[in-house]
């Protein structure tokens, strides 16, 4: 800050009355003045010059060079140290902000502009087209052109009347760009090359709201890496205080391919592939099963295990609360269904049977059921147990088929909880993207072959049209899971609850349990998130282990067009009842 205009402070009269300010963020209000004058004040970040001031809120150096000598004037500063800035001083993306603000009635209609006169976020009362056409235009020149187009005789306007602004004179902030197909994003680029813009919603984060929903990631670190990317490409100094409209820019690399544009390549990419898996599943469609899910078989792959517990958080570690979950699916399916299932790992000590207690002991002694046994109880051993998983999956599928199980009969659930950012909570489903499955897969070792599910078969490959079919029913599978999951109240992921890939870092990959999995139908359920306190809480409860199950055993059943077992929903409805009972007896 120049220390003369410090010195000058004193003299500037004092901030407006609240009525004739906005708020949009701590740094970032706006003053109406007269009735009709838009002013934005602007607070500079810690240590920022007017240069730079003046680059970051005018965007190109001719109007920042404008704006910094605009700023030497005494009457530039406000008492309380924010910085004055008229409305055609301003780039057009913070333009854009202010008057979305200010007018949150307006908005586009087709490729034209309407603005509801006199009715907005501040007292607005000295209005007419004049003045609407220098805010939507640049100038009040085009007052005349407005009038035409709305049919009007006088250039007076009356409080909540409609003005059409036509999309040639139209500010290029407001005017239509480009949009990804569900219109959430609009397509630009910049001097940093291209992006998708997002503009935040009132009580939206740029966590969740754009890096979660938009671009596959959801590892903590990764969240925040990318966020504070976002934040600097957009001109955000504080992640938690970004303006209700404002523009955050996405670099179009980091879009996951159905937000980008049709006609970008790794879109088109994928909207091939869809074709091709949906005209697989069109030519070889999953038979009906028999009553009762009768000739059905479930395996159910309780995650980690031996040395390995997981997701440990909030008091709650992933593998003996998920095994819980696995116990109660089996007995689900059993008492309420004519299926078929199979755990692949086995408890010695306590057995297949579901706890009665909240809490849970640690158990690091279940085997996986192949033959031999095998406990992962050394550190390097956790990938061999997660291989050793789909070797076994494939076998007891060769066995099903062998007994004559239709393949389109026989589905892989592998549960879990993971370690997502802690602003996600909710079930997310894994399902085997087919472009993640290509090549020969497998292990000859030794550490594998005294395995006899392994010699079985050490290595398998699986045709492409194979791979597109078995990502569709997986597909289908997980919906019907994720359908169970909010019909049962239940948290969902909300966006992209239904995966083909994982995102780590700068690395893509598919689980290993999906990755050489035989079975066509198969996910991975990522239950819940132990990094999110809500969803901790919620495993932690064998009630609600209860639930869960109950969730996926009626998901199964949805699965194969039948309806949910038994006594499902009403059991889930039973413990929400005596949960909200509870919760009202607290004092």
């Known amino acids: 800050m120049v220390p003369a205009l410090l010195a000058a402070a004193a003299a500037v009269a004092p901030p407006p009355a609240p009525s004739e300010v906005l708020t949009l963020s701590r740094d970032l209000r706006v003053r109406l003045e007269s009735g009709r004058e838009l002013v934005l004040e602007a607070r500079p970040w810690p240590g920022e010059s007017h240069k730079a001031f003046a680059l970051r809120l005018a965007a190109t150096p001719v109007k920042a060079d404008l704006l910094t000598a605009a700023l030497d004037d005494p009457g530039a500063?406000?008492?309380?140290?924010?910085?004055?800035?008229?409305?055609?001083?301003?780039?057009?993306?913070?333009?854009?902000?202010v008057l979305r603000n200010v007018f949150p009635q307006d908005g586009p209609d087709g490729a034209d502009w309407v603005h509801v006169a006199r009715v907005g976020a501040l007292p607005v009362y000295d209005e007419g087209l004049w003045q609407v056409a220098l805010w939507f235009t640049g100038s009040g020149e085009h007052f005349q052109e407005i009038e035409a187009a709305n049919g009007l005789d006088s250039p007076e306007l009356s409080a909540g009347q409609r003005v059409r602004i036509p999309a040639a004179l139209l500010d290029p902030a407001?005017?239509?760009?480009?949009?990804?197909?569900?219109?959430?994003?609009?397509?630009?680029?910049?001097?940093?090359?291209?992006?998708?813009?997002?503009?935040?919603?009132?009580?939206?984060a740029l966590y969740s709201a754009v890096v979660l929903r938009f671009t596959g990631r959801t590892a903590p670190d990764d969240v925040e890496a990318l966020a504070?990317?976002?934040?600097?490409?957009?001109?955000?100094?504080?992640?938690?205080?970004?303006?209700?409209?404002?523009?955050?820019?996405?670099?179009?690399?980091?879009?996951?391919?159905?937000?980008?544009?049709?006609?970008?390549?790794?879109?088109?990419?994928?909207?091939?592939?869809?074709?091709?898996?949906?005209?697989?599943?069109?030519?070889?469609?999953?038979?009906?099963?028999?009553?009762?899910?009768?000739?059905?078989?479930?395996?159910?792959?309780?995650?980690?295990?031996?040395?390995?517990?997981?997701?440990?958080?909030h008091g709650v570690w992933e593998h003996d609360y998920v095994f819980d979950v696995a116990t109660r699916l089996k007995r689900e399916l059993l008492s309420k269904t004519r299926a078929t299932v199979y755990l692949t790992l086995d408890d010695a000590t306590g057995g297949d049977v579901p706890s009665?207690?909240?809490?849970?002991?640690?158990?690091?002694?279940?085997?996986?059921?192949?033959?031999?046994?095998?406990?992962?109880?050394?550190?390097?051993?956790?990938a061999v147990a997660v291989n050793l998983r789909w070797y076994l999956a494939n076998s007891l599928y060769r066995k099903a088929q062998r007994s004559g199980i239709d393949p389109d009969r026989v589905v892989f659930v592998s549960l879990?909880?993971?370690?997502?950012?802690?602003?996600?909570?909710?079930?997310?489903?894994?399902?085997?993207?087919?472009?993640?499955?290509?090549?020969?897969?497998?292990?000859?070792?030794?550490?594998?072959?005294?395995?006899?599910?392994?010699?079985?078969?050490?290595?398998?490959?699986?045709?492409?049209?194979?791979?597109?079919?078995?990502?569709?029913?997986?597909?289908?599978?997980?919906?019907?899971?994720?359908?169970?999951?909010?019909?049962?109240?239940l948290p969902?992921?909300?966006?992209?609850?239904?995966?083909?890939?994982?995102?780590?870092?700068?690395?893509?990959?598919?689980?290993?349990?999906?990755?050489?999995?035989?079975?066509?139908?198969?996910?991975?359920v990522e239950m819940v998130n132990l990094n999110n306190t809500?969803?901790?809480?919620?495993?932690?409860?064998?009630?609600?282990?209860?639930?869960?199950?109950?969730?996926?055993?009626?998901?199964?059943?949805?699965?194969?067009?039948?309806?949910?077992?038994?006594?499902?929903?009403?059991?889930?409805?039973?413990?929400?009842?005596?949960?909200?009972?509870?919760?009202?007896?607290?004092?």
């Open 534 to 587: 809500d969803d901790a809480a919620l495993l932690g409860r064998a009630a609600d282990r209860e639930r869960l199950a109950e969730a996926l055993a009626s998901g199964l059943s949805g699965y194969f067009g039948r309806k949910p077992p038994s006594g499902a929903s009403r059991a889930g409805a039973a413990t929400r009842l005596e949960r909200g009972k509870a919760e009202r007896r607290v004092p």
């Open 174 to 204: 407001l005017r239509s760009a480009p949009t990804s197909d569900d219109g959430s994003l609009e397509y630009g680029s910049d001097a940093r090359g291209e992006f998708a813009g997002y503009r935040l919603k009132s009580g939206e």
């Open 228 to 313: 504070r990317t976002i934040a600097a490409r957009s001109a955000v100094k504080d992640l938690t205080d970004i303006p209700v409209g404002w523009l955050v820019k996405i670099p179009r690399d980091v879009l996951e391919p159905e937000f980008l544009p049709r006609s970008d390549s790794r879109r088109k990419s994928i909207d091939k592939e869809a074709a091709a898996m949906e005209r697989e599943l069109a030519e070889r469609p999953p038979p009906e099963p028999k009553r009762g899910l009768e000739g059905v078989v479930v395996i159910v792959d309780p995650g980690h295990g031996g040395l390995d517990p997981g997701t440990m958080n």
């Open 356 to 382: 009665s207690t909240d809490a849970l002991a640690p158990n690091h002694r279940r085997t996986v059921m192949t033959t031999p046994p095998f406990l992962a109880d050394a550190g390097n051993e956790t």
């Open 492 to 524: 969902v992921q909300p966006y992209q609850p239904v995966r083909e890939k994982v995102i780590r870092g700068r690395g893509v990959w598919l689980p290993a349990v999906l990755k050489g999995n035989s079975v066509p139908a198969k996910v991975l």
């Open 77 to 97: 500063l406000t008492e309380d140290g924010y910085l004055r800035v008229k409305l055609a001083q301003l780039s057009d993306d913070v333009r854009a902000v």
């Open 416 to 489: 879990h909880a993971d370690a997502r950012h802690p602003s996600s909570r909710g079930v997310m489903v894994y399902v085997p993207g087919a472009r993640y499955r290509e090549g020969t897969l497998g292990s000859d070792s030794a550490s594998y072959r005294r395995f006899k599910e392994v010699r079985e078969q050490p290595q398998i490959s699986f045709p492409r049209r194979d791979r597109l079919r078995s990502e569709g029913v997986s597909r289908k599978l997980a919906d019907a899971i994720v359908r169970e999951f909010r019909r049962e109240d």
